[in-house]
Each structure stands twice: as C-alpha cells, then as structure tokens.
C-alpha cells in the first residue's frame, strides 16, 4: 500500500495498492514500445541495489547504506521503489494473494501462455514443480494440453501437481536410465512443449533432449546460481528444436499485471494459491 510518493510522480496517490515488480517498465524506450519484448531497457532486471534516478540507496542502518534487492527489497515492511516498478491494482484484490503475481505465478502462466503459446491437445513437460513450475503447469491445462508431465526428485509435490493439471508424475531417482529416455517413452517420441524451472543448466540440456523433432520447444525460466553456461549437441537445433529464454513470463508488468489481476478476481482464468 503506498504510503508516500516522491516529486515528480503523478500517477499514484497515498493509498493506492501495487504490485511491486523486478522488472519494470518505462513505456517509452525502445522495447516497452515494441510488442516483441518486455524487458525495459531503463528499468529491466535491475541488479545493481541502486535507485535509478542518482544512482544511490534510500535504505540506511546506523549511518550505513543499505542497498536494494532487485529494484524491490520487499522482504521489508516499507520500502522504495522507481514508480515504473509498482503497478497500481484494484483495491479489492487481496494483497496476501496476488502479490504471487509479482513474480513466480506470473512468470510459469506467462511462460505457457505468452513464450510457448501452448496448443490444444500438446504435450508438456515441466522440470521442478515449484511454484513456477505448478504455474507453467495450471497454463498448460488452461490451454487444452493433453499430457502434462511433472519431473521432481520430491514425491510429496505430487498429489498437489495434479490439482494444477499434471497428469503424469516422473521422479528421476526412481529410474535407472536418463529421464529424458523415460519421456519420450511416455510421450511417443518427444513432447511438444518442456519448461525448466530449477534453474539448473543441466537440466536445459535434458528439456531439449525431452522435445520432439521438428517443433519441439524448450523454454528456460529458471535462473542458475553456479555454472550458468548451457552446453547442447548442435543436431539439437539441427532437427528443428527452438529453446528460448524466457524473463517473467513475456509479460509488461505495468500494461499487463492489471488484467491478469482482473481475471483472477472474477475466476474467469486461474488460481494462485489452491486448486
């Protein structure tokens, strides 16, 4: 909820509720004004724990600087933020619930929604069902795939994968050949769709050795901590597999979080938190 606004911004007042985000949106450089991407060249992932307008923190502890975390820092009680990083929301919406649309949720709908663009009656699989992966796997039903296959080394995600529309359920541990072998048994030949959502290189390696010839698509949202390079064959591409990269979901959160909100208070798309 905002408690205060800095000169200079007029599009929020002292009470308005927002959904603060990673990545923000300028609306007026060159990818905010282009329907091709949604990473803000002011505003875009930022990184270095500095507001953007002089480069310096507003947080302090005993004279010392406190710098932000991912344009953010939400894990505190108050904080400060680029007014291209909060989006104003209906004040109706509970905030406890859709602040998951700041990010993972809104990340995993956006991944099979607007990167993949699922097709009715595909095949998906999906690497780690966390909330991202449990995202990329409610979108996937809501477009009609006809097989979703979750792969998680924890068992106990299983039955709650299945509310949000994972029909097959793959412990890699509990196969003695490599998983991407067990998909394409499962899937004849290859899936049409597979997300990695650990955030293990590794594991994009596997996801496009997962899809199917000719069309298979492999979208990577994780983010890794160590060893970010992604090693693959050449003849991966060469048969005709896509993998693409996708940062939160291809949404503009500015322009886009807001109907996204909408459709979840009227129960016409989706569900955060339960099935």
């Given at each position: 909820i905002v408690e205060s606004v800095g000169e200079g911004v007029t599009e929020f007042v002292k009470g308005d509720h927002v959904l603060?985000?990673?990545t923000g949106e300028c609306k007026t450089c060159k990818h905010c004004e282009s329907k091709k991407s949604n990473m803000c060249q002011v505003l875009g992932l930022e990184r270095r724990g500095v507001m953007h307008s002089d480069q310096g923190t507003r947080f302090s502890v005993k004279g010392k600087p406190?710098?932000?975390y991912c344009a953010v820092s939400s894990f505190s009680e108050y904080t400060v933020v680029h007014s291209g990083c909060a989006v104003k929301v209906s004040q109706q919406a509970p905030l406890e619930k859709i602040c998951l649309l700041?990010?993972?949720?809104?990340a995993g709908l956006g991944a099979a929604w607007n990167v993949a663009d699922i097709s009715k009656g595909s095949i998906v699989v999906i690497f780690g069902l966390g909330t991202v992966g449990l995202a990329v796997a409610q979108g996937a039903k809501l477009r009609?795939?006809?097989q979703i296959i979750g792969v998680d080394i924890n068992p106990e995600k299983y039955e709650k994968?299945?509310?949000f529309g994972v029909t097959d359920f793959l412990n890699p541990n509990e196969y003695n050949e490599p998983i991407q072998q067990v998909i394409k048994r499962i899937s004849g030949g290859g899936t049409d769709y597979s997300f990695e959502c650990i955030g293990n290189t590794g594991m994009v390696t596997t996801a496009l050795q997962s899809c199917c010839d000719g069309w298979g698509l492999t979208v990577t949202l994780g983010v890794p901590k160590t060893n970010p390079e992604i090693a693959s064959h050449y003849?991966?591409?060469?048969?005709g597999k896509t993998l693409k990269g996708s940062l939160f979901g291809g949404w503009k959160p500015k322009s886009d979080l807001p109907s996204l909100v909408n459709k979840y208070m009227n129960r016409v798309r989706f569900s955060i938190t339960s099935c």
């Open positions: 603060t985000v990673f406190v710098y932000h700041s990010c993972g949720v809104a009609g795939a006809s994968a299945k509310c003849s991966a591409f060469l048969s």
